[in-house]
């Protein structure tokens, strides 16, 4: 039965009936009873609250490019999905539903809020996990996980009480930022550096008791209604006399004392500074060490409270005003000077968090982070590209206590009791009945839910069974990579490490990945707000997950983010598109072509090549191309072990799309119907199985549909390309020498081609050629396959020789040492080419002219956009570039006749 493949690949119809069969078959799902080595990625898991963007799409296509090359390679494959619950992020969404019904969680209260909030994520939560099953990913959906799943909740608690009974979680008043807008405390790695703030230095006159007055400098007048003391240094000879003395504080009438504390610096501002303990990290320490009251001024909200007197009820930044201009009324201001203010906002709303003194539950770091540093240090773990184990050593050799509470309530809840009546806590796995300290029935559990990335933290383990003792956990822990955007390095890369080495005793895994950053078009991060972002979505209806996975893979390196804006995405998704459709007409050529012409012969051939047995006939093209596979394979392997994506696409697209593709397919078709082309054809069929193979990780579903067809034709081979072995490299078919010698065979015939073009003769005209080799060893190398340049170049002869004499009326093109000659004589009309060409200079110089006015004009330079002023850098080099061709050109016609 002859064989029916279709015509062309359809993605939009395709991919969804390709995956279908994927996950009937259970082609992911992992064996924890495998003998097979293990390899294991676990997902950075989403947002329930995301949709797929242009980082997820990045992100887990090189995920799934590691997957499916080791799946096959042999080894049992574990790439674990889930997502996170997303306390601060979820809640919002839920609350800005609840504000359009005219309500809020708290008329609703906890439970009914709860409620809602687990209706939204069943409804919405799963959204972003199918938009990976779009895009090709292979994940273990079996094992889908979610950070609030009743086992993963269970692991949450083990690990917090673990923790609080070795004495590395306690409950402390400490300065936190907390976040007025979101209403919770934020740890250091949950804000955002936002440009600094044009603020003012102002200069507030203190009244000293008993005569005088101190003169102080500060950004935030509003706190001073908090303040408790005014401290200078202890060697700053200007306040020796008044240290120790009161001081009478303006608006306030309360007297506070002057102290000398080593951290205040007697260049800023008069070198006295105001202590604020309860709004200020610095000023809280201070007054630890002077023991000074902290008096807050605010309330949750970011509004003064009743501590701040005639200003209780006021926004704390029209508070600042008020303040200010009182003291300008009081006279009590001397002055207010320009100061560049920096500032931090909450990464989830954008709001300027506010430094607040908060009885708050901490993660004692340094016992946790010393091991976690040993880890990387010793090599344990390693940072691929390498720079960033700098950054990953700098956060945590110097990382402070961690603040795990917030003031939500979706999440999980800390597992801790108060004790109403001797304020004891109880901290337990299980709900307690009584205090752990007196006895009492009377306990309430701590309304404050813990960090989002304080369960995330344990996703390696916890997703596997801990603390159960699991098969899945004793098989695939540790896990094998990790690979992420390096905007998580601290809040989630280094917490696993410590998490793994604290509560596993080994390093969650071996590797991690850090993937580019992609940028707009124009080298700047993407942004919704701005409409710069791109929705991947768009991009996988408009060219197929394969061309979009492609598109992005080729691009990644390890030295610079990488740019894939609206221009970039669209030329690049073409790209793939293209060669997406290269790849399976190609496939579809060589299967009807060998269907029927000693089928048999072919797959007995194709196999003994395999195999790394010879077979009888190969010619010089076969020998190259199988010389060609064997470097691209172990090249492309090399690649994949560095985490050099971007490489292994490249070496895979040159060698299918120009090797097999346009060289060898052309130069094999001749021999595909003759008796001799037995070694042709099997060479073909080899070629395209091994290619299939190496390009199934990056562009899966094209791939599996060109297996099936090759299954069509052998119904021997396995039933998905998925579970096929991945080709391996035969070193005894590598033939440096031949692939050095084909190399300059092709360049002759690219330079025929470009005298072609550049004389515009037609493909089918017939023209003869001679090549002057550099001696006679070149020589008698290149005239052996004369005959292969002749017929993909269409050359009636071509001369090869050392020495050779260009003949008259010759285009001269150099190739690899060489010279090659082609006469043109009666082609090419010497004085009407003279003609064209000076046409074409006139032309490109006058352009050229133009663009160098204004590249010299400093206005355009200076105010015009920087891409539009390097896109008219880069023209006016084309058009120089093409003067210098044509003057080439035009010097050489002058030896014509």
Same mark, same amino acid.
């Given at each position: 039965?002859?064989?029916?493949i279709?015509?062309?690949f359809?993605?939009?119809?395709?991919?969804?009936?390709?995956?279908?069969?994927?996950?009937?078959?259970g082609?992911?799902?992992?064996?924890p009873?495998?003998?097979k080595?293990?390899?294991?990625?676990?997902?950075?898991?989403?947002?329930?609250?995301g949709?797929?963007h242009m980082?997820h799409?990045?992100?887990?296509?090189l995920?799934?490019i590691l997957?499916r090359?080791?799946?096959?390679s042999?080894?049992e494959?574990?790439?674990?999905?889930?997502?996170?619950?997303?306390?601060?992020?979820t809640?919002?969404?839920?609350?800005k539903?609840?504000?359009?019904?005219?309500?809020?969680r708290?008329?609703?209260?906890?439970?009914?809020?709860l409620e809602?909030?687990?209706a939204?994520?069943?409804?919405y939560?799963?959204?972003?996990l199918?938009?990976?099953?779009?895009?090709?990913?292979?994940?273990?959906w079996t094992?889908?996980?979610f950070?609030?799943?009743?086992?993963?909740?269970?692991?949450?608690?083990?690990?917090f009480?673990q923790?609080?009974?070795?004495?590395?979680?306690?409950?402390?008043?400490?300065?936190?930022?907390?976040?007025?807008r979101?209403?919770?405390?934020?740890?250091d790695?949950?804000?955002?550096?936002?440009?600094?703030?044009?603020?003012?230095l102002?200069h507030?006159?203190?009244?000293?008791?008993g005569g005088?007055?101190l003169t102080?400098?500060t950004?935030?007048?509003?706190?001073?209604?908090?303040?408790?003391?005014?401290?200078?240094?202890?060697?700053?000879?200007?306040?020796?006399a008044?240290?120790g003395?009161?001081?009478?504080?303006?608006?306030?009438g309360r007297?506070?004392p002057?102290?000398?504390?080593?951290?205040?610096?007697?260049?800023?501002?008069?070198?006295?500074?105001?202590?604020?303990?309860a709004?200020?990290p610095n000023?809280y320490e201070?007054?630890q060490?002077?023991?000074?009251?902290?008096i807050?001024?605010?309330?949750?909200?970011?509004?003064?409270?009743?501590?701040?007197?005639?200003?209780a009820?006021?926004?704390?930044?029209e508070?600042r005003?008020?303040?200010v201009?009182?003291?300008?009324?009081?006279g009590?201001?001397?002055?207010?000077?320009d100061h560049?203010?920096p500032?931090?906002?909450?990464?989830r709303?954008d709001t300027?968090?506010?430094?607040?003194?908060?009885?708050?539950?901490?993660?004692k770091?340094k016992?946790?982070?010393?091991?976690?540093?040993?880890?990387?240090?010793?090599?344990?773990v390693?940072?691929?590209?390498?720079?960033?184990?700098?950054?990953?050593?700098?956060?945590?050799d110097?990382t402070?206590d961690?603040?795990v509470?917030?003031?939500?309530?979706w999440?999980h809840?800390?597992?801790?009791w108060?004790?109403?009546?001797?304020?004891?806590?109880?901290?337990?796995?299980?709900d307690?009945?009584?205090?752990?300290h007196?006895g009492s029935?009377?306990v309430?559990?701590?309304?404050?839910?813990?960090?989002?990335?304080?369960?995330?933290?344990?996703?390696?383990?916890?997703?596997?069974?801990w603390?159960?003792?699991?098969?899945?956990?004793?098989?695939?822990?540790?896990?094998?990579?990790?690979?992420?955007d390096?905007g998580i390095?601290y809040?989630?890369?280094?917490?696993?490490?410590?998490?793994?080495?604290?509560?596993?005793?080994?390093?969650?895994?071996?590797?991690?990945?850090?993937h580019?950053?992609?940028?707009?078009?124009?080298g700047?991060?993407?942004?919704?707000?701005?409409?710069?972002?791109?929705?991947p979505?768009?991009?996988?209806?408009?060219?197929?997950?394969?061309?979009?996975?492609?598109?992005?893979?080729?691009?990644?390196?390890?030295?610079q983010?990488m740019r894939f804006?609206?221009n970039?995405?669209k030329?690049k998704?073409?790209e793939?598109?293209?060669?997406?459709t290269?790849?399976?007409?190609?496939?579809?050529?060589?299967?009807?072509?060998?269907?029927?012409a000693?089928?048999?012969?072919?797959?007995?051939?194709a196999?003994?090549l395999?195999?790394?047995?010879a077979?009888?006939g190969?010619?010089?093209?076969?020998r190259?191309i199988l010389?060609?596979?064997?470097?691209?394979?172990?090249?492309v392997?090399?690649?994949l072990?560095?985490?050099?994506f971007?490489?292994?696409a490249?070496?895979?697209?040159?060698?299918?799309?120009f090797?097999?593709?346009?060289?060898?397919?052309?130069?094999?078709?001749p021999r595909?119907?003759?008796?001799?082309g037995?070694?042709?054809?099997?060479?073909?069929?080899?070629?395209?199985?091994?290619l299939?193979?190496?390009?199934h990780?990056?562009?899966?579903?094209v791939t599996?549909?060109?297996?099936?067809?090759?299954?069509?034709f052998d119904?021997?081979r396995?039933d998905?390309?998925?579970?096929?072995?991945?080709?391996?490299a035969?070193?005894?078919r590598v033939?440096l020498?031949?692939? !050095?010698?084909a190399?300059?065979?092709?360049? +002759?015939? @690219?330079?025929?081609? *470009?005298v072609?073009a550049?004389? =515009?003769? $037609?493909?089918k005209?017939?023209?003869?050629?001679a090549?002057?080799?550099?001696?006679a060893?070149?020589?008698k190398?290149?005239?052996?396959h004369?005959?292969l340049?002749?017929?993909?170049?269409?050359?009636t002869?071509?001369?090869?020789g050392?020495g050779?004499?260009?003949?008259?009326?010759s285009?001269?093109?150099?190739?690899?040492?060489s010279?090659?000659?082609?006469?043109?004589?009666?082609?090419?009309?010497?004085?009407?080419?003279?003609?064209r060409?000076?046409?074409?200079k006139? !032309?490109?110089a006058?352009?050229a002219?133009? +663009?160098r @006015?204004?590249?010299? *004009?400093?206005?355009?330079?200076? =105010?015009? $956009?920087?891409?539009?002023?390097?896109k008219e850098?880069?023209?006016l080099?084309?058009?120089?570039?093409?003067?210098?061709?044509?003057?080439?050109?035009?010097e050489?016609l002058?030896?014509?006749?």
């Open positions: 039965m002859a064989l029916d279709p015509t062309r359809e993605p939009a119809r395709r991919e969804a009936e390709i995956y279908a069969g994927w996950k009937k078959a082609r992911f799902t992992a064996n009873a495998s003998p080595t293990p390899f294991v990625i676990v997902i950075p898991p989403p947002n329930v609250t949709s797929l980082g799409c990045l992100n887990n296509t995920q799934d997957t090359w080791k799946r096959m042999g080894f494959t574990l790439w674990l999905p889930g997502t996170d619950h997303a306390g601060i992020a809640q919002n969404v839920v609350e539903e609840l504000r359009k019904e005219k309500t809020n708290h008329a609703l209260g906890r439970e009914k809020f809602r909030v687990w939204w994520k069943e409804q939560g799963n959204t972003i199918m938009q990976l099953e779009r895009m090709g990913c292979s994940c273990d094992r889908t996980r950070t609030m799943d009743a086992p993963y909740s269970q692991a949450i608690r083990v690990a009480v923790l609080y009974k070795k004495g590395l979680i306690y409950k402390g008043k400490r300065i936190i930022n907390w976040c007025p979101c209403t919770t405390a934020l740890s790695i949950e804000l955002r550096d936002q440009p600094d703030d044009k603020g003012k102002y507030i006159r203190y009244p000293i008791v005088g007055e102080v400098a950004t935030r007048p509003e706190t001073m209604l908090g303040d408790t003391a005014v401290a200078v240094h202890p060697d700053d000879a200007r306040y020796k008044i240290v003395k009161k001081i009478r504080l303006p608006l306030v007297e506070i002057v102290v000398a504390d080593a951290f205040v610096d007697p260049k800023f501002g008069t070198g006295a500074v105001k202590v604020t303990p709004h200020d000023d201070c007054s060490r002077n023991n000074l009251e902290a807050c001024v605010m309330d949750e909200r970011g509004m003064m409270n009743a501590n701040a007197g005639r200003f009820g006021i926004e704390r930044f508070a005003k008020q303040v201009a009182a003291l300008e009324a009081e009590f201001l001397t002055g207010t000077t560049v203010v500032l931090a906002v909450c990464d709303c300027i968090v506010e430094p607040s003194l908060s009885d708050q539950w901490f993660v770091m016992p946790l982070a010393a091991p976690a540093a040993e880890a990387v240090r010793s090599g344990r390693k940072f691929v590209p390498e720079r960033w184990t700098k950054i990953y050593l700098d956060w945590v110097n402070r961690w603040c509470s917030r003031q939500l309530w999440g809840q800390i597992p801790a108060r004790c109403l009546d001797c304020n004891a806590y109880t901290v337990e796995i299980a307690p009945k009584n205090c752990a007196c029935a009377s309430k559990q701590e309304e404050d839910v813990l960090d989002t990335w304080f369960s995330s933290g344990l996703w390696p383990f916890a997703t596997l069974g603390p159960e003792k699991t098969a899945d956990l004793a098989k695939f822990y540790p896990t094998s990579v990790l690979a992420t390096r390095i809040l989630w890369v280094a917490r696993m490490i410590m998490n793994g080495l604290e509560f596993m005793g080994k390093e969650p895994y071996h590797t991690v990945v850090i580019p950053t992609i940028m707009t078009d124009d700047k991060r993407m942004s919704k707000s701005k409409g710069t972002g791109i929705d979505l768009t991009l996988l209806d408009s060219y197929g997950a394969d061309a979009t996975r492609f598109a992005m893979s080729r691009l990644v390196t390890t030295s983010d804006g609206t970039i995405s030329t998704g073409e793939g598109q293209r060669f997406m290269k790849m399976f007409n190609a496939a579809r050529f060589v299967l009807m072509s060998l269907d029927g000693d089928k048999a012969g072919a797959l007995a051939g196999a003994a395999a195999n790394g047995d077979i009888p190969l010619a010089f093209e076969d190259w010389s060609r596979l064997n470097t691209t394979i172990r090249a392997d090399a690649a072990q560095r985490y050099e971007g490489d292994a490249a070496q895979l697209y040159a060698f299918a799309w090797e097999y593709c346009d060289w060898y397919i052309e130069l094999a078709k595909l119907a003759r008796p001799d037995a070694a042709a054809r099997a060479t073909l069929l080899h070629v395209l199985d091994s299939t193979r190496l390009l990780p990056i562009m899966p579903f599996e549909e060109i297996w099936q067809s090759l299954r069509a119904p021997k396995e998905s390309v998925m579970i096929a072995a991945w080709p391996k035969d070193a005894a033939d020498d031949i692939e !050095k010698t190399g300059t065979l092709m360049e +002759i015939v @690219r330079a025929v081609r *470009d072609r550049k004389y =515009n003769i $037609p493909p005209q017939a023209l003869a050629a090549l002057s080799a550099p001696d060893t070149t020589a190398a290149l005239a052996g004369a005959q340049v002749q017929d993909s170049a269409n050359l002869k071509l001369d090869i050392a050779i004499a260009p003949p008259p009326s285009a001269t093109q150099v190739v690899a040492g010279q090659l000659f082609i006469p043109l004589a009666g082609l090419v009309d010497p004085a009407k080419e003279k003609e060409l000076e046409g074409a006139k !032309k490109a006058d352009q002219a133009s +663009i @006015r204004k590249l010299e *004009d400093e206005k355009f330079v200076k =105010n015009a $956009p920087e891409e539009l002023v390097a850098r880069a023209r080099e084309e058009f120089d570039e093409q003067i210098a061709k044509v003057e080439k050109s035009l050489e002058k030896n014509w006749k």
